[in-house]
DNA sequence: TGGAAGCTTTGATCTAGGTCAATGAAGCTT
DNA sequence: AAGCTTCATTGACCTAGATCAAAGCTTCCA
């Protein structure tokens, strides 16, 4: 029962079907449960396309560039969908930055079962637009921004995911190190840290040990991250 | 019923559906056929998300970063799936390459008429995962790689697009500039115009006029795009 | 067919961010 | 609580690509 529990939650609160029934049956005989401790990495072989959803946690989608080289391609946290396809250029591997849990499924016998399912149709092709929309927003700033802008939206984007707004300020605890947050922007180590020394000193953020980071004048941060990042209306569940 | 040719076209061929069918009336009655010449933009009010199918031609999807700013987010070709939310950082537009068709329909209206049927679901279901593939592709190649690395992955993954394959040379006829390259590799004008000239110069390639390229070893550029954009298989549809 | 307008190429600097190197915190471990 | 290991910060310097500037090519239209 205690082990049904991220599986449920999902048929239920993902996408409206009850434990019980036909189509969740069906698709519960797909799922595999994984769970992951800090650091470890998901053994999705990649023969195969892969559907991960992120029950709970948070983890990084990797993309292997080269030996030296990867890039992280997103952060993905509690309810989010995680679309694994296996053709990609490059080789793409799921990572958890805490103890996360994670249900799998294989994308075409999942697509098989979806396409026949309204609900599940109606959800996934709600989700998976914004997912779309969500990358093409980082292949933008990747592509145009300076490092400024990119920590900047960077620390939005993950206000609105993981913060907690308080009146005017906004209480930040990332799970993830420097290095994954050059890796995800395209920027190193160095970098990364030199943008949060600019960031602090502007006096937008204070940040308390390696994680902490409060934000203080989020209109400004926007500002600063291109003008662009209009205090983006949560428009349904986050997807990606 | 010439006017139709374009409508009838997709219904059939993207989603296996006959013309005169319930479902295609219903999908027909959403639509708004597009034409635009070389430079126009599709005229989408941007209050709303669209679904935009590119029935023939070659157009780029724009996002306008800051007045001065813009990033070519995609460009997509005959056949082509455009998924254009209103809701993401940027405002995204449409325009034509060269003289183009579009199919328009409200994305609400088209995924609700979708998730009921199970052809176009799956047809969707497999075609936005390829394209949020492509985008994270493209990230990675923004956030890690060199200009030639960008340059030489871009003509591959035009060549497949667009190319025609003879023995072991492959034309191409580029139907965008070099700012528009530019554009969508995060580059300048001069920094593409030398990494052509770099390309030329290791006899990887060559140009003739503005447009025509000849890619004379596709393993050596795949190895200078990053060792990694291996030969894809061209696993159905293209579709972003 | 001539020539203007706009592309493209090429060259000479300049700079943001990378690289290399050292120091300084956090946070585990025992 | 001491010490070790890992992560983050800071500094000095260096390159890839941007910027500024000037020719060369195409294309297209009269």
Redesign the interface.
Known sequence: MTHRAPFDFFTRSAFGIEPGSHIGTQLEGLASRIDLSKGQTAPLDNRS?RIVFVASGATKLV?Q??EQ?Q?I??FHFDGDIV?V?A????A?SVTALRHSELLVFP?REF??S???E??I??S???R?????????????A????SATERLA?FLLAMSERIGRADADHCELDLPMSRKEIGE???LTIETVSRQFGVLRELGLIKTQGRSRVTIFDRDMLSRKA?????T??T?GNPTN
Chains 1, 2 share one sequence.
């Open positions: 396309d993309a560039a080269s080289r890039q391609v997103a679309s396809p053709d990609g250029l490059f793409n994308a697509f098989d979806a396409a026949g309204a609900r149709a109606r996934l092709l709600e998976l637009p914004i997912a779309l929309q969500r990358c093409r927003d980082r292949a933008v990747l592509g145009q921004g939206g995800s922007l395209g291109g003008h662009l990042h209009q983006q209306k428009s």
